[in-house]
């Protein structure tokens, strides 16, 4: 059974065992309709507890399929791995919705920025600083400039990568900017208060 069934037929219950409190009185309903009364606290305990432990298992699948999926990268894999945990149940939208949630988070985790804006901090020795001239270039700019969206779910932040030395790049919360960048903030960011 679905979960939405679930969850229909505890409602059910409820609404009886309501209308019963409210149009029967209480010492009735543990006398003379006792029997039937427990019967129905039964049942709707019953299909509670169906309802959670059937949550439970979908949950411990996703957590699973999460587990394992953490060692795999390729995303026909990933899939393949997932029809495997949601065949069994891919007749609930409650389950399937909850594991291609999982698969999807899996799949961005693999998108190239890892997530993230890629920075690579590093670049060759050769290449010289773009702004004093005369140091070695060991730093690119972070600075955000335009995203690429290589597929349904998945972008890509390009960065400025002007090359610089230590000194002429700036830090600003964790991330290495080029003087034109950093010239360019304050301009947007004195542009932001002047229309305050």
Known sequence: MILADQMKEVKRLDQIRIKNEQAVPREVLQGRLRKSYEKLLNNLSNQNKMAVDYCRK????????LERGIEVYDVEELAEMLRGYYEAMSDDPFAKKILMAVC???EDRDMEDGGMIEVSNMVGTRTICRY???????QLCDMPKHTVITGLRRSLVKTCDNPMCLDCATR???FELCPDCVKE?????????ETR
Request: net charge negative.
């Open 172 to 174: 600003f919360r964790g």
């Open 132 to 138: 004093c001239g005369k140091k070695a270039a060991t």
């Open 185 to 193: 903030l304050a301009g947007s960011l004195q542009k932001e208060e």
């Open 104 to 106: 999807e988070a899996l």
């Open 58 to 65: 979908v949950f411990d699948m996703a957590t699973e399929y």
